[in-house]
């Protein structure tokens, strides 16, 4: 099942964080994983903070995420990148969501 790598940081080093770009993003496609959004324009709709950068890229499998993320290749890499900024990274196994979630006390079938 499709899992995502998520981060949430703030770059205190715009120029080093530039130059591991595309170190970090020929790591990612070896293991087949796809930048998915990253580096756009963020509207907030709810909560705080307000982030600064938030980059989804998307691997196959679980294994494939993690085995990226473990690798030489991106540990080097992620020197650099923890360097220049600091924040919040994590993985998120994708599951469907269906869209008849039963609610307790409801039945969906009837109106």
């Known amino acids: ?25 020929a790591t990612i496609a070896r293991f087949g994983g796809r930048v998915v959004a990253g ?8 909560g705080d903070p ?8 998307e691997f196959p499998t679980a294994d494939a995420a993690r085995r990226w993320y473990q690798s030489d290749d991106y540990q080097e890499a992620l ?12 993985l998120i196994e994708g599951n469907e969501i269906s869209g008849a979630v039963p609610v307790a006390g409801l039945d969906a079938g009837k109106h």
Do not use: C, N, W
């Not at 499709?2 to 770009?21: E, F, K, N, R």
């Open 1 to 25: 099942m499709p899992t995502y790598i998520v981060g949430d940081i703030h770059i205190s080093d715009p120029a080093s964080y530039q130059a591991h770009l595309p170190r970090a993003l």
């Open 39 to 46: 580096g756009g324009k963020i509207d907030l709709l709810e």
């Open 50 to 57: 307000m982030p600064e950068r938030v980059f989804i890229i």
């Open 79 to 90: 020197k650099t990148r923890l360097s220049a900024s600091h924040g919040r990274v994590f």
